[in-house]
């Protein structure tokens, strides 16, 4: 059973920075894709980056060199460092978990507030 839970969300001035932790139970690491995703007020959730289960990462456009994903199989923690953040960074953000195998698995979402 794949259980996701984020934290480390807040609000943060712009230029800050912030360090999301999805502390992740039931996950293969080396066999799951693990990503951030978010979604804004009034918009559709957006994929923001992903590591894969060879350890490879991606990253949209919009935060390309802002960002950073890792993890973490020991201590079963996917993050997200997050600098330079702007105000259009404000969203739910949310850990997701692919199995490979069809399967999709998300968490509960953590609020970043940015503020001008």
């Known amino acids: 059973q794949v259980e996701l839970k984020e934290s480390g969300g807040g609000l943060v001035q712009v230029g800050g920075s912030l360090t999301l932790s999805c502390a992740a139970s039931g996950v293969i690491f080396n066999r799951n894709a693990m990503g951030w995703y978010r979604q804004a007020p009034g918009k559709q959730r957006e994929w923001v980056a992903t590591i894969t289960s060879g350890g490879s990462v991606i990253y949209a456009e919009s935060v390309k060199g802002r960002f950073t994903i890792s993890n973490d199989s020991l201590k079963k923690t996917l993050t997200l460092q997050m600098n330079s953040l702007k105000p259009e960074d404000t969203a739910v953000y949310y850990c997701?978990?692919?199995?490979?195998?069809?399967?999709?698995?998300w968490g509960q979402g953590t609020q970043v507030t940015v503020s001008s």
């Open positions: 997701e978990v692919d199995d490979h195998l069809g399967n999709d698995y």
